[in-house]
């Protein structure tokens, strides 16, 4: 019983299901057993090429940070926190001592390990060990699955918060995966008055539309940023998230947003983009990036609890941690399908 299954990746493309010893916990650290991992971009990124950006896989990598699970085991000054306890694991684990850390900005500390992200262990495994600091309470009638939901929803709170998105914004999203549609929920919560979604499946922006999206625009029939100026008055939005990660998108962002307006630069892979500076400085644009977050945890928790928030339809496809090359091969063919894929344990 010292033993649990873990899915690593040993190449692109190559995971394999292999025994390894259960992680001792310390003080101030708790023993969780996971119960559903969800599949984020970032993990698409590793299991394809090794790689996301400029951080490389150098070693066999247990991916997955958009865990839920149990409470087994607390280690010595835990309190709060008792066996079978239902919690989600914030993933990023920082220094706390940094000037990052010191002012919360502690998404940006330079220590930080990040679960599932090269060199950190992720939680495609059958028991993690986290500190404490780093384990929040789901609600309880929440499942398991849908919780996992929960850190994507961070990320899009986030950038809600970068882009200032205030009651009466108007607000255009590029990209309707897991973080966009989950942006377009809280834009709503914040009280923007119109929320545009653009991106190339009718699956997706099905979604969009039932989620609240005032207007979805599939980029491969009408050009978005012709749509959304006609649907804008012709001034553009408020604010622009881009949460696909594309070059295109970014490009098309400083053509929507409305002059004096935001660009949230949220999506992971845009590269290096081309854009004028005159307009810049002549539109008097506010261009910002977002990376992963600080202090949403709390936020993102109350707002699902009480039941604004629709996780659960965002899950279309579950799998079982023997199943995950399956998972993993699966959402690569089939992008036009899978919204969130979550991978959950027995």
């Known amino acids: 019983m010292n033993v649990m299954l873990a899915a690593k990746l040993y190449a692109p493309n190559n995971i394999k299901i292999e025994k390894i010893p259960i992680p001792t916990f310390k ?8 119960k559903a991992v969800g599949i984020c971009g970032s993990d698409i990124h590793l299991y394809k090429n090794g790689r996301i950006a400029s951080t490389i896989m150098k070693e066999p990598l247990i991916l997955g940070h958009e865990a839920t699970g149990e409470i087994v085991e607390v280690g010595k000054g835990v309190s709060g926190f008792q066996f079978g306890d239902r919690v989600i694991i914030e993933p990023g684990i920082s220094c706390g001592e940094c000037p990052f850390c010191r002012r919360g900005e502690y998404n940006l500390c330079p220590a930080q390990a990040f679960k599932g992200i090269p060199d950190t262990q992720g939680c495609l495994c059958e028991y993690v060990v986290v ?19 929960i850190e994507p929803f961070c990320v899009a709170l986030q950038g809600l918060s970068e882009g200032n998105v205030k009651p009466g914004d108007t607000v255009a999203i590029l990209g309707a995966g897991p973080v966009g549609l989950m942006a377009l929920q809280g834009a709503l919560v914040r009280g923007a008055a119109a929320v545009y979604v653009v991106d190339l499946y009718p699956q997706r922006l099905e979604l969009a539309q039932k989620l609240g999206a005032a207007s979805i625009i599939n980029a491969t029939v009408e050009d978005p940023i012709k749509a959304i100026r006609d649907l804008s008055g012709g001034m553009g939005t408020d604010v622009v998230m881009e949460t696909s990660g594309s070059a295109v998108c970014a490009e098309q962002a400083m053509k929507i947003v409305r002059r004096g307006g935001t660009i949230v630069f949220v999506g992971v892979g845009c590269g290096e983009v081309k854009f004028n500076v005159d307009i810049l400085t002549r539109s008097r644009l506010k261009l910002t990036g977002t990376f992963r977050y600080a202090n949403q945890y709390p936020v993102a928790i109350k707002l699902v609890s009480t039941e604004r928030i629709d996780l659960h339809s965002l899950v279309t496809h579950r799998f079982s941690l023997d199943k995950v090359q399956e998972a993993f091969e699966f959402l690569t ?5 899978v919204i969130k894929a979550v991978i959950t344990m027995k």
């Open 27 to 34: 003080e101030n650290e708790v023993l969780i057993r996971i």
């Open 333 to 337: 063919t089939h992008k036009n399908e």
């Open 131 to 149: 500190p404490r600091h780093y384990v929040h309470k789901l609600p309880s009638d929440l499942p398991f699955a849908d919780g996992t939901l």
